[in-house]
């Protein structure tokens, strides 16, 4: 199914494009074909737990057509990786969700499944895995260092992975993704507008208690069981990831 699926794409890019026909004025009969361009990169990562059985489970799901999901790597536990589709295509994993002003997330980013249940760490073999496919991405796509979030930063009240026990602050150190230094030092102004600072890290602040809630579970995920609520030290936080967001 993949290949007949790829070889379909591949004879539509192939086609030379047909005139475009308008009343009243002469067709083009030949065609001008500009010799500037290449292919659409990704910008974005996007990062999911699988909340399914088993590695094995996830892949039979990601090729089955009725389920209508897909991603473009699945990572077992043991570190396995599984790519399931060329990263110049459009995987469909992200869904409804917004990041920014972006609202087709599926058509700029690349999805990375983890096998896990969202209840339970990550495990080191399977983090190694995605730290070393993370580095091969950025350099690869040019991936800008806050451009490395989870679908729940894009679909917030909407999904949660992946999961509060995801090592966030690890991945940030090695380049991926922001994160915030020494809080004591900060100094939150007096007209601070916290759901301002989430929308300029991204957040979609439509719903403004999911959208602290998606953000208490990246950045504060020992709080991020106690409702919608920051308190002084979330908000210095906050004001931190926004500075490094600006």
Not at 65 to 74: C, E, I, N, P
Not at 119 to 141: A, C, G, M, N, W
Not at 224 to 234: F, H, I, K, P
């Amino acid at each position: 199914m993949y290949k007949q699926q790829a070889k379909g794409y591949a004879s539509a890019l192939r086609l030379q494009p047909a005139p475009v026909h308008i009343d009243s004025v002469q067709d083009v009969s030949w065609w001008a074909g500009t010799t500037n361009f290449n292919m659409r990169k990704p910008n974005l990562v996007i990062i999911h737990h699988t909340a399914q059985n088993s590695c094995d489970q996830t892949l039979q799901t990601f090729t089955v057509t009725r389920t209508q999901v897909s991603a473009h790597y699945v990572i077992c536990r043991d570190g396995v990786v599984h790519q399931m589709l060329n990263d110049y295509l459009r995987a469909w994993h992200g869904g409804v969700a917004k990041w920014g002003n972006l609202t087709d997330i599926n058509s700029s980013s690349i999805g990375i499944e983890l096998d896990n249940s969202g209840t339970e760490p990550f495990d080191s073999l399977q983090v190694r895995s995605l730290l070393i496919l993370l580095d091969t991405l950025k350099h690869r796509y040019n991936i800008p260092t806050p451009n490395f979030i989870g679908h729940g930063d894009i679909a917030p009240g909407r999904k949660v992975d992946p999961s509060a026990w995801f090592p966030w602050q690890r991945l940030a150190e090695k380049g991926f993704g922001v994160w915030y230094g020494d809080t004591s030092l900060v100094t939150v102004p007096d007209n601070f507008n916290h759901l301002q600072a989430l929308r300029i890290i991204g957040y979609n602040v439509k719903d403004s208690s999911a959208a602290i809630a998606a953000f208490k579970r990246h950045f504060i995920p020992a709080d991020s069981t106690t409702g919608s609520e920051l308190n002084e030290g979330a908000r210095k936080i906050l004001y931190s990831v926004m500075e490094q967001s600006l």
